[in-house]
């Protein structure tokens, strides 16, 4: 509660109405504690369909409504199965906060604390989804906003209003809390108060050899505790594995090879590559005096320079035919490749401008014929062509399923060899044999297996990688069920052996308790158990030393820190063993010499302080304002919407 405070008063109405669904949720968690201290609520008669008034404002059951479907849709982002039974338990919270909101806007009307329209356009202005490509507020993507977020250009004011009060109202009532040295000094000595006792551990396990269960303890145990014996669904798979290993034997036919020689000439066939320097521009006088000064031996930048083009403007390196027709368009490229080198071609027009080009250099390099191409060509085509025959084998597995085939008939027609499993459960275990492990490569087939039924359709399911695919389909199934008494008729007795143990180690621990209270040293109530138990261990902490326990406290520890001076009692302390713990004595601490833990007692105590400052002036907000609710319309509507859960 105190965080989502803390939360509350830090937020900024930007970053609230990304959500604003949530306002209603976070402020009823912030604020929620305090319905029961508030006055002048009551079951007063409320006309329609009013849940509740504060002051002159309604909660309607249509605001309602609207409050839960958006708490839904936020749910759903979560999980897209939630429903409105699984938000049973939001809808009183949602609803104090609507009246929180009512309460709040009641309050700043009768005081005069009226917000201006210009203000809360001015927020929804800052709304990020609210704002055109150009970053200012668009109408056309606020009301898209709306849309999304299924609420009105009203319901969006309600809670911008509703926030700004709480913002402008509750927040600086709360932040102006002030801890006295005077109230946080106990607090810090007791930080320093030492506690010593002593601790008895009292282990179930030195009672087990007491016990000695008959068969008739056996099976009552059994029967009483059959769901600490459930063995989880088991099932036989049929695996049939759809991998590269059956697609190996194919390769690229010459065929195949010579065909994409072919089609792919420009990377095979011998290239003309030129290192050619290019002029683009609008004009044709201005191309003229380019291809003038080129032609005079200047250098070529420099006879482009007057045209305003720089050196980067004009470089355009080597190129093929192809590259330079893409780059400048066909009759550019035809009259530059037929050019000598050192030769300046132009002007030529194309959809780009006025083109002039000069050929830096010309270098032949000579192509690769099919037979040198062919293993490279055959390397590239092979892969793919495996990858579309192993997709046709399962695609034609798939298809003979569909037309009714079994497991056996599809993977007889495929040709696929059937691995079966034996009875194993969802995790691939085998409790027969808890060496068996079921091959890496096949365990993606077992959640297939275990969700389709015995005479469901084998189901394919894909492997990771490049692994290729399984066929899969139970061969039998074993249903949960508890596991026979006669194969774990050992573990029950131990178990039967644990539980009496337990219950004599507790009686034991609560005589010892109840001795020591009663004056006697714990050691000398240990001794008197009639039997051997460990010795007694003294111990002495503070509380300040909780901290260095990062939250894990023993329970002794915990129980020390509870006790008054000369009480024992036990505590169990997890893996059948029981404590007890006496308090001997108990030395005040004195904060005084440790100013710095009076301080940061100090900081502790601001947020609780803070809150209840916020408690206090809402309460006293809501007895001002006064506050109705419509107990039967409240549990209609509940009724209603959530089906009445809670």
Known sequence: MLASFRNLSKSTIG????????????????????????????????????????????????????????????????????????????????????????????????????????????????????RGLDGKFSEQAYQSFLAQQRMTDQEVRDLIGGSLLQRLLVTPVATSARVPVGMARPYASMLLEVRQGDVATIPAGVF?????????DIQRFYAANRARYQVPEQRVLRLAKIGPEQVAGISATEQEVAAFYKANQATYAAKDIRVISQAVVPDQAVANGIAQRARANANFAAAAAPAGLAAADIAVGAQTREQFSSLAGEDVAKAAFAAAAGAVVGPIRS????????????????????????????????????????????????????????????????????????????????????????????????????????????TVETLPGEAGYVLVAPARVVPAAPAPIASIRDRVASDWTDQQALARARAVAAAIAAKASAGTSLADAVKGAGTALPPVRPVATRRLELSQMGGQVPPPIQMLLSLGSGKSRMVAGGNGNFYVVKVNRIIPGNALSQPNLISSTQRGFQEPLAQEYAQQFLAAMRKQVGIKRNEKAIADSKARIVGGGS
């Open 15 to 130: 970053t609230i109405v990304m959500a604003l669904f949530v306002l209603a949720i976070v402020a009823s968690f912030a604020l929620g504690d305090i319905q029961n201290v508030t006055g002048g609520v009551g079951g007063g008669s409320l006309s329609g369909d009013t849940l509740a008034e504060a002051g002159d404002a309604k909660v309607s059951d249509r605001d309602m409504s609207r409050a839960m479907e958006r708490r839904l849709a936020e749910a759903r982002q979560q999980n897209p199965e939630a429903d409105y039974a699984a938000l049973a338990g939001d809808f009183d919270p949602t609803l104090a906060a609507l009246i929180d909101q009512r309460t709040l806007q009641a309050f700043a009307a009768s005081h005069g604390f009226n917000l201006s329209k210009r203000l809360i356009d001015a927020e929804i202005a800052s709304i990020p989804n609210a």
């Open 208 to 216: 087990r050899a007491a016990f000695t269960p008959s068969d008739a």
């Open 351 to 458: 959809d780009l401008g006025w083109h002039v080009v000069r050929v830096e250099s010309v270098r032949k390099e000579a192509g690769q014929p099919l037979a040198a191409a062919h293993s490279e060509i055959a390397a590239r085509l092979t892969p793919e062509k495996r990858k579309n025959a192993l997709a046709d084998l399962v695609a034609g597995v798939e298809d003979a399923i569909a037309e009714g085939a079994n497991f056996t008939e599809a993977t007889t027609r495929a040709k696929l060899t059937v691995v079966e499993t034996p009875l194993i459960t969802a995790a691939g275990t085998d409790r027969a044999n808890p060496a068996y492990k079921l091959p890496a490569d096949l365990l993606p087939a077992i959640k297939g297996g275990f969700e389709i039924d015995l005479n469901d359709e084998p």
